[in-house]
């Protein structure tokens, strides 16, 4: 399980395998659409076939900046959403001249239109493949509870608080506030304090040319070998191989 601090889409070409996410789990197929809200867990997992799709990531505060609120209601939970061949195909060009667009400007006109675009035919065309049976992890009771350290993940790259402090610092008992982080986010609070970073680190490789010994010190990793340590046990390669894989894509691409 994992997650992001961007709302993510991931529009497959290809696929075979099993979605979990905050409403419980459902069998992927070829031309599915899933939905991931920021900070929410969820998972995939996938046959040894052959597979393709496109992720888009955008910030959550998009939606608010560009006013898209009819768009912005429907995005409020995890879901697995399906739509007809017609509109797929449409969806599919859209898909690549945004990436073509994002090569050229990510943050163009061009970029922001072809996303909202998107944003818009998806909101009106998909329809979750099975009923919503539970809440956006928002709306999770003690959420709220929660909500001043959950701020510091979403404004920082990383957070160092020790259990004690944030657990002060949502005026909880250490032992409490353990259990309702658990119980809202599906993972113990050091284990989503050191994924933070490290999906941060992700960014920054693909997003930047800091070099890896300047990316783990700017994420407060003890030394770059532990974070080198770290990164393969989450991703499966080393940052140097993850950021080697992205430049030949881009570069195929």
Same mark, same amino acid.
């Given at each position: ?5 961007? =709302? ?9 395998? %099993? &979605? ?8 992927? +197929? ?6 991931? !809200? ?8 996938? /046959? ?23 768009? /912005? @209601?429907?995005?409020? +939970?995890?879901? =697995?959403?399906?739509?007809?061949? /017609?509109?797929?195909? @449409? ?7 945004? =990436?073509? *667009? &994002?090569?050229?400007? !990510? ?17 009106? =065309? ?16 003690? $959420?709220?509870?929660?909500? !001043? ?16 402090? @944030?657990a002060d610092l949502c005026h909880l008992s250490p032992s409490y506030f353990s259990r ?11 284990? $989503? *304090? ?6 941060? *680190? ?9 070099? %890896? ?10 030394? !770059?070998?532990?974070?080198? *340590? ?7 390669v080393t940052p140097k191989k993850y950021k080697m894989q992205l430049e030949q894509r881009l570069n195929k691409d």
């Amino acid at each position: 399980m994992h997650f992001h601090e961007v =709302h993510e889409i991931i529009i497959f070409e290809q696929i075979d395998g %099993i &979605y979990f996410y905050s409403q419980g789990q459902s069998q992927l +197929q070829d031309h599915d659409i899933v939905f991931t !809200p920021s900070m929410e867990t969820h998972d995939f997992e996938l /046959e040894d076939k052959a597979k393709s799709w496109f992720i888009i990531q955008f910030l959550p505060a998009f939606l608010t900046n560009e006013k898209l609120h009819n768009v /912005e @209601a429907f995005f409020q +939970q995890g879901m =697995h959403l399906r739509m007809s061949a /017609e509109h797929f195909k @449409a969806l599919s060009t859209q898909v690549k001249w945004l =990436h073509e *667009a &994002y090569q050229q400007d !990510p943050q163009g006109d061009k970029s922001n239109t072809l996303l909202k675009l998107i944003l818009l035919w998806i909101s009106e =065309h998909a329809k979750p493949v099975q009923s919503v049976k539970s809440q956006g992890i928002n709306q999770t009771q003690g $959420y709220e509870r929660l909500l !001043p350290v959950v701020e510091l993940f979403k404004k920082q790259s990383t957070v160092e608080l020790q259990l004690e402090q @944030a657990a002060d610092l949502c005026h909880l008992s250490p032992s409490y506030f353990s259990r309702l982080f658990k119980s809202v986010f599906r993972c113990n609070y050091s284990e $989503y *304090a050191n994924r933070h970073k490290l999906y941060n *680190a992700a960014r920054m490789l693909s997003q930047s040319k800091m070099s %890896i010994t300047d990316i783990a010190f700017e994420l407060n990793f003890s030394t !770059p070998s532990h974070f080198i *340590a770290l990164f393969k046990k989450q991703f499966g390669v080393t940052p140097k191989k993850y950021k080697m894989q992205l430049e030949q894509r881009l570069n195929k691409d």
